[in-house]
C-alpha cells in the first residue's frame, strides 16, 4: 500500500490499496497538474486522491510499467519491464522506437537534463540517452561501473548513475 499526505492542516492520509488499483504498483509520479500517474504491472493509472482511472485500458500495449517521467513539455516517458519506452499525452501512447532499437531489459529510471535530453537506465543494458534525434548507450564497454543500473540524477551538469558495483560519473558531449 502507498500513504499518501494530504493537506498539512487536516492531517489526512490515504491509503491506496488494491480496491483503488488492483495492480502491483511498481513506479509512481506526482505531475505537474498535481495528479499522480502510477505505472503497474496491469499498465499505466491516474490517481486523484480519491480515485483511480486505467489509462491503459484504452492503449493496452502498455503493460509492466517500471518508469515514469514528466519531461519539460509535459510530455509523459513510460519505461517498461521489457524495454520498451512510450511517450504519453492526450490520452494517447506511442511507442516510442528509434533506429538503433531499444534494450530488452527493464527501464529503471527515466530523467530529462538541462540540454532537454532524456536519458533512462536499464537493469542490464546500462544507460540510454536522446540526442539530436539519435539514441545512444553507455555500459560498461564505454567505463560503466556496471550495466545493471538502479537510478540516475543530475549532479553539476553530469549524470550519476548507481550499478551493481558502483557510483558512475557519465556526461555525453554528442559523441562520446
Given amino acids: 500500500a502507498i500513504m499518501l499526505y494530504g493537506q498539512p492542516q487536516t492531517h489526512l492520509y490515504k491509503t491506496i490499496n488494491k480496491e483503488i488499483i488492483p495492480s502491483k504498483i511498481n513506479c509512481m509520479l506526482l505531475s505537474a497538474t498535481g495528479f499522480f500517474y502510477l505505472g503497474a504491472a496491469e499498465g499505466l493509472y491516474l ?56 534494450p530488452k531489459v527493464a527501464i529503471s529510471k527515466i530523467v530529462q537534463d538541462k540540454n532537454k535530453r532524456i536519458w533512462w537506465s536499464t537493469r542490464g543494458e546500462g544507460v540510454y540517452v536522446i540526442h539530436n534525434n539519435r539514441l545512444y548507450n553507455i555500459n560498461a564497454d564505454d567505463g560503466l561501473a556496471d550495466d545493471y543500473v538502479y537510478d540516475l540524477q543530475f549532479i553539476n551538469g553530469k549524470i550519476v548513475a548507481s550499478t551493481d558495483n558502483g557510483i558512475s560519473i557519465c556526461w555525453f558531449d554528442g559523441t562520446n
Fill in 47 to 102: 490517481y486523484d486522491g480519491n480515485s483511480s482511472k486505467h489509462l491503459s485500458a484504452s492503449n493496452p500495449v502498455i503493460k509492466n510499467c517500471s518508469a515514469l517521467y514528466e519531461d519539460n513539455n509535459g510530455l509523459l516517458w513510460i519505461g517498461s519491464s521489457n524495454g520498451a519506452i512510450f511517450k504519453y499525452s492526450n490520452r494517447q501512447a506511442e511507442e516510442y522506437k528509434p533506429e538503433e532499437g531499444l
